[in-house]
């Protein structure tokens, strides 16, 4: 079994910035793709970034120029800096990613962090 543990969220200004983390940890064998969603009050979740094994990025269009997705393969953990944090910015954020745990078939599931709320006032 794979465990996710996020932190990094709180309340800023608008302007402000925050780092998010997210450490996996437990029975993994390899990690691929890791990610950042977001969801705020009465929407859907959406994809913020994403960043491939090899390190490719992808951003949503509403966050590129202002977040930043990294990830430490040797520590099993993603980040998400973010800067110049809007109002809109406002949501409970979640780490995804894919992996295959070290038993015996490898098996290769998406697992979810529990979220972790990042509040920008106006």
């Known amino acids: 079994q794979v465990q996710l543990v996020e932190s990094g969220g709180g309340l800023v200004q608008a302007g402000g910035s925050l780092r998010l983390s997210c450490a996996a940890s437990g029975s993994i064998f390899s990690i691929y793709p890791m990610g950042w969603y977001r969801q705020a009050l009465g929407k859907q979740r959406e994809l913020v970034a994403a960043?491939?094994?090899?390190?490719?990025?992808s951003y949503a269009d509403s966050v590129k120029g202002r977040f930043t997705i990294s990830r430490d393969n040797a520590k099993n953990t993603v980040y998400l800096q973010m800067n110049s944090l809007k109002p809109e910015d406002t949501a409970v954020y979640y780490c995804n990613l894919r992996a295959a745990d070290s038993g015996y078939f490898r098996r290769v599931m998406d697992y979810w962090g529990k979220g972790t709320l990042v509040t920008i006032s106006s």
């Open positions: 960043i491939t094994s090899g390190g490719s990025t």
